[in-house]
């Protein structure tokens, strides 16, 4: 298993790192990847305020292109969750405030969590056996018989 926290956006290839962690799974292996949400609050607040710290410097992608991207890489998604609907640089939000904002935003816009996780698995096609008939026969005359 491969746990991957916020790798994908400050990768310049992330389709390189997928392929690299698809080589290194054994079959049937699960990697879970954490991804900044592009279209969340904190997504917004990069766009407005245009920070130059972390997390607000590396490429935001969406959880359909991060799919994608997975699914190109071989991996098979199972499952993409949203988390974290927290309102960026709000240090003096009460309690209160906050658990009233959290749910509101859970219930209206169910999406717009500030992290994605994926988990995916790697897949591989299934292989079929050849069988190959011996004819023990020839092969024991063969080595009896030097000019056979």
């Not at 992608?61 to 988390?83: G, N, P, Q, T, W």
Request: glycine share 4%; aromatic share 14%; charged share 20%.
């Amino acid at each position: 298993m491969f746990i991957v926290p916020h790798m994908i956006e400050f990768v310049p290839e992330p389709q390189i790192l997928l392929n690299e962690i698809w080589t290194s799974l054994i079959p049937n292996g699960y990697v879970v990847i954490i991804s900044f949400n592009p279209y969340s609050l904190w997504g917004l607040y990069r766009k407005l305020k245009r920070e130059h710290s972390i997390p607000y410097v590396g490429h935001y992608y969406s959880s359909r292109k991060i799919a994608s991207m997975l699914k190109s890489a071989d991996f098979h998604v199972d499952e993409i969750v949203c988390c974290s609907f927290s309102l960026p640089r709000l240090e003096k939000q009460s309690r209160r405030a906050r658990n009233r904002w959290l749910a509101f935003a859970q219930l209206a816009w169910p999406s717009s969590g500030n992290v994605n996780i994926f988990l995916a698995r790697k897949t591989l096609a299934g292989v079929t056996p050849l069988t190959i008939e011996w004819n023990f026969r020839k092969y024991a005359k063969s080595i009896t018989e030097p000019g056979a």
